[in-house]
């Protein structure tokens, strides 16, 4: 079974700290994704990475940034913590398509609450 | 527009009866369809993918409709346990993205 863990399932933080988020997958996927999922506004993806030390802009990437060093780990970063920023972060991994297959299905880790006080 | 749009409910449905609910989305070049799962406080899971011929799975059935653009879930005789957000996900051609609706909210009344 594919395993993707995140570091906490919940964080309070306060304004202005920097906080890591850290997210571990064990099954060799090549593509590792940062979404936060808010009440009525669904999942959005923040970043994602398709390789190590490669990323990619999500559809809200403004406050945060990451940082893939292994292909196993994929870090999301806010630099200064705002209460905007209170949400559930969701990590996923997936692997890349392969000749005949143009998707491969998104495993997720179960979440971090994060509080910004 | 949205690129996945859906219907979020709730959707009260009794036990043993049958719930359908469809998702539209706008990219026409869009490939690749499927159902997740996300349980209360839970992350979301694969539930099926959706193939051009549709597909069945047990109790759930799932259809694609390209010329409409929209995708369709039906669960029969629904159980207590179906309870939770039906996530509809759209990807393209060769992409890694994933594009998410907000989910349609089950809850199966006794």
């Known amino acids: 079974d594919v395993k993707v863990t995140q570091s906490s399932r919940y964080l309070v933080k306060r304004t202005g700290e920097k906080v890591f988020l850290e997210c571990v997958q064990d099954?060799?996927?090549?593509?590792m994704f940062w979404y936060r999922q808010d009440p009525g506004l669904g999942l959005r993806l923040i970043y994602f990475?398709?390789?190590?030390?490669?990323?990619e802009k999500g559809d809200i990437p403004e406050g945060y940034s990451v940082s893939r060093e292994k292909k196993e780990r994929f870090s999301l970063i806010l630099e200064s913590a705002s209460t905007n920023q209170t949400s559930m972060y969701l990590c996923?991994?997936?692997?890349?398509?392969?000749?005949?297959?143009?998707?491969?299905?998104?495993?997720f880790g179960p979440g971090t609450r994060l509080t910004v006080l | 527009r949205k690129e996945v749009e859906q219907d979020p409910g709730p959707f009260n449905v009794p036990e043993g009866a049958t719930v359908a609910f469809n998702c539209t989305y706008s990219?026409?070049?869009?490939?690749?369809f499927f159902w997740y799962r996300q349980d209360c406080r839970k992350e979301p899971k694969l539930l099926m993918s959706v193939y051009s011929s549709g597909n069945e799975d047990g109790r759930f059935t799932a259809q694609l409709n390209r010329a409409s653009q929209y995708i369709s879930l039906l669960i029969r005789d629904s159980k207590l346990s179906d309870s939770a957000t039906y996530l509809c996900v759209v990807a393209s051609e060769g992409n890694n993205r994933l594009a998410f609706g907000k989910g349609n909210q089950v809850v199966v009344i006794p």
């Open positions: 996923a991994s997936s692997l890349s398509p392969r000749r005949g297959r143009s998707y491969n299905e998104q495993f």
């Open positions: 990475s398709y390789d190590v030390k490669m990323k």
């Open positions: 099954m060799d996927h090549e593509n």
């Open positions: 990219n026409s070049a869009s490939q690749s």
